[in-house]
């Protein structure tokens, strides 16, 4: 992951919840569009991004659509590089354990070097 | 991505279910065999046992995802459930000529795919 | 060497933490628009540990009227000097 510059890796970070806003949607589209079309794509969730890999989520009060169903979707896009902003975690008092899906948690050194490491970056 | 809006009407015998502009139905729940016999016959496809197991696994695929897949991920879900030698693209082509995301996911009536051009 | 570009004040939004996470120890960080803020002498101790790598867009804090209250740690720059830094970083990323 350090320094490898490769210019066919794409890192998006989210820093939205779900419901909100429709930014976290429109990362996650973005995030598929990139690997449908063979991308190397890297999630990571930043701040209050982390909370779309809360557990339990359902749809919303108006019925709307939730993103849990397409985050379990994104090995079959092989996006298997979940990343998490440790310190967003902690800020709302959850664990790495307590999230939907497997991810690496990092820290504010490491996550510097994943922004420096990659040449496409999106931010959502 | 299927719009609220229907632009024709397939007819099968009396009943007639709504399409929009690109084909696939409105309506998912209007969805039957055949419905997708009367579709894939538009599409000039005679529908076997080889297609009806694709258009399963793309019907689990969205009841699972609340998607309809790409072609990679197409390619992948066939492979997992069908086995490597039919988790193929020049497979899913032979049966689904032209683009086999989008035209399964039209015969298997859910909306289009997503994330494809 | 990145240029990370916030455009939030750290009155009212939690960005510019984002934004010194992701920065490695030789990334500068610009502050526009409502972000000029940060250079104010009461808020410019949330970007401790950036002296010589902080900046703010002249133009942003003229509008604002606050372009004789900046903090002496940060360096002002107008368009043509965000321009400079722009070159000079490998990338620009953008946090709002």
């Known amino acids: 992951m350090r320094e490898q510059h490769d210019d066919n890796d794409l890192l998006v970070i989210l820093r939205h919840g779900p419901h909100g806003s429709s930014w976290l949607k429109e990362g996650l589209d973005a995030a598929l569009v990139a690997a449908a079309f063979g991308r190397r794509v890297s999630l990571?969730?930043?701040?209050?991004?982390?909370?779309?890999?809360m557990t339990n989520q359902q749809t919303g009060a108006l019925g709307q659509k939730g993103t849990a169903a397409t985050l379990e979707m994104l090995e079959m896009y092989d996006i298997e590089t979940l990343l998490v902003d440790a310190q967003g975690l902690s800020c709302l008092g959850l664990s790495s354990e307590e999230l939907m899906l497997e991810v690496e948690c990092l820290s504010s050194a490491a996550l510097a070097r994943v922004l420096s490491g990659h040449r496409l970056v999106l931010t959502f | 991505?299927?719009?609220?809006?229907?632009?024709?009407?397939?007819?099968?015998?009396?009943?007639?279910?709504?399409?929009?502009?690109?084909?696939?139905?409105?309506?998912?729940?209007?969805?039957?065999?055949?419905?997708?016999?009367?579709l894939a016959t538009e599409e000039g496809i005679a529908l076997t046992s080889e297609h009806w197991e694709i258009l399963e696994v793309l019907r689990d695929f969205y009841a699972r995802y609340e998607?309809?897949?790409?072609?990679?991920?197409l390619v992948k879900s066939v492979g997992q459930i069908l086995g490597p030698e039919k988790g193929r693209s020049i497979y899913l082509m032979r049966l689904f000529p032209g683009s086999p995301a989008k035209v399964a996911a039209?015969?298997?009536?859910?909306?289009?795919?997503?994330?494809?051009? | 060497?990145?240029?990370?570009?916030?455009?939030?004040?750290?009155?009212?939004?939690?960005?510019?933490?984002?934004?010194?996470?992701?920065?490695s120890s030789e990334d500068r960080l610009l502050l526009i628009e409502d972000g000029v803020q940060g250079a104010l002498p009461q808020l410019v101790p949330y970007y401790a540990g950036l002296e010589g790598r902080l900046f703010a867009l002249k133009e942003d804090l003229a509008s604002r009227g606050l372009l004789g209250l900046c903090d002496a740690s940060v360096q002002v720059v107008d368009v043509d000097g965000f321009v400079e830094l722009t070159e000079e970083a490998e990338r620009t990323v953008s946090w709002y």
Request: charged content about 20%; aromatic content about 8%.
């Open chain 3, 1 to 23: 060497m990145l240029l990370h570009v916030v455009n939030r004040s750290p009155a009212t939004s939690r960005v510019y933490q984002q934004a010194l996470s992701g920065m």
């Open chain 2, 106 to 117: 039209r015969l298997a009536g859910l909306p289009k795919p997503t994330h494809c051009l």
């Open chain 2, 67 to 73: 998607m309809a897949p790409a072609m990679r991920p």
């Open chain 2, 1 to 38: 991505m299927a719009s609220a809006e229907i632009y024709r009407y397939l007819s099968i015998e009396s009943k007639k279910y709504g399409l929009d502009p690109e084909g696939y139905l409105v309506d998912m729940n209007d969805w039957s065999p055949a419905v997708a016999e009367a």
């Open chain 1, 44 to 53: 990571l969730f930043m701040g209050e991004g982390v909370t779309a890999l």
